[in-house]
């Protein structure tokens, strides 16, 4: 029971990776906000944590677009009037799109740095999911991948973004520790979720995300 009147919001938290993190903070005590922007998704999250025996003032679902300012500070204020804050940040929300080098479009390049790049990095680094970096002791991990660390020639773009994800992780916890707030990140292998296995199944070129 580590995480005991802890607050954690998961980003992407409805599904795979992020539904798996919020279950495994639930075990540890903690209140889990499942932030995401398919609120079907999220509807069925809940409910599915509930079903696990987490009982409902442990568990809020949240709608939210991480390239959309104005839906980031409506998620920070429901959540703080509801648990009064957030200790803990998992910036998980990612969109992967697969494509050769020569056919990758300039919306799909787009789109996957807002969701996976801009949308982890502004999220916290405005401040208010932190009051401005004043909640010391604060938490923030962001999910890379592997793919971050060396590129492949169907997903140039998601890697590419995914390197920015790791180099921007370093940067935020250089400087985000003078407030008291721990940056930290993972890099996964291939993970068995449901955009993995939607992709694998439209090779060579497809689009999912999650």
């Known amino acids: 029971m580590k995480l005991i009147d802890k ?32 609120r079907a ?14 009982a409902d003032e442990k568990v809020m679902g949240v709608a939210l677009n991480v390239c959309d300012q104005s839906s980031i500070d409506a998620m920070v204020e429901a ?42 990095f502004f999220y916290p680094a405005g401040g208010c999911a932190f009051d401005g970096g004043t909640r010391a002791g604060g938490k923030i991990i962001n999910m890379a991948s592997q793919a971050g660390r060396r590129g492949e020639a169907l997903v140039s773009v998601y890697c590419a973004s995914k390197a920015a994800v790791i180099s921007l992780t370093q940067s935020s ?21 449901p955009m993995w296995r939607k992709s694998t199944r439209c090779l060579p070129v497809t689009k999912t995300a999650h």
Not at 49 to 54: A, D, I, S, Y
Not at 176 to 191: M, Q
């Open 41 to 54: 998704a999220i509807d069925e999250a809940v409910a599915t944590l509930q079903k696990l025996g987490h």
């Open 79 to 120: 959540v703080t009037q509801r648990f009064g804050g957030i200790d803990v940040l998992v910036n998980n929300a990612a969109v992967f799109d697969m494509a050769p080098v020569l056919e990758v479009t300039e919306e799909s390049f787009d789109k996957q740095f807002a969701v996976n790049t801009k949308g982890m």
């Open 7 to 38: 607050t954690a919001v998961i980003t992407g938290g409805a599904r795979g990776i992020g539904l798996a993190i919020a279950q495994r903070y639930l075990s540890e005590g903690a209140r889990v906000v499942v932030a995401d922007i398919d």
């Open 173 to 193: 916890g250089l400087d985000l520790i003078k407030h008291g707030i721990n940056v930290n990140g993972i890099a996964p292998g291939v993970v068995d979720t």
